[in-house]
């Protein structure tokens, strides 16, 4: 390889990580359909950071703490069948996003996408291989509000409503 070469690969590398950062700090700016697929992914992967995805930290008018509602009837939905609540993970692939609306405050914004069983990745990727599970599509109009510099869900998306 000659010494003009290896400057043009150098060069191209390091605009290519250059452009990569740019790209995700970019993406790192906090907007309303980010916040709704980080919302929706911590909803259907059961994580335990969901409250700080909703308004109010998951808390309802009644002072419900929804998030934590909607985890428990998950687990208490896993350990009746005789699984671990892990059995119940889904993943969110696939993602679609309009905003509806938004203004200062406030914003609606429509998301789609598919979900599968996801124990873990390993899972995933097998029983997509093997048609072991099918994958569900899903969809919700999501409304959200500025809190603290930050967009968060309000209301009770997907089940949330059944959990309460």
């Known amino acids: 390889m000659s010494q003009d070469s290896k400057v043009a690969l150098i060069t191209v590398l390091m605009i290519g990580t250059l452009l990569q ?22 909803y259907f992967g059961l994580c335990s950071d969901l409250a700080e995805t909703m308004a ?6 009644d002072e419900v703490d929804v998030a934590d509602a909607y985890l428990y009837s998950q687990y208490v939905e896993a350990a009746d069948r005789g699984y671990h609540i892990s059995r119940l993970n889904r993943m969110l692939y696939n993602i679609h996003t309009t905003t509806v609306s938004q203004d200062a405050t406030t914003a609606t914004v429509h998301i789609s996408g598919t979900t599968r069983v996801a124990i873990n990745p390993v899972f995933g990727f097998v029983a997509k291989l093997f048609f072991i599970t099918s ?3 899903v969809a919700e109009t999501i409304h959200l509000v500025k809190e603290d ?7 009770l998306p997907y089940d949330l409503a059944d959990a309460v």
């Open 21 to 42: 950062i740019i790209l995700a700090a970019g993406n790192t700016q906090n907007t309303p359909y980010g916040a709704a697929i980080a919302f929706s992914k911590a």
């Open 56 to 61: 109010n930290n998951g808390l309802s008018e």
């Open 135 to 137: 994958p569900t599509e």
């Open 149 to 155: 510099g930050q967009w968060k869900v309000t209301g």
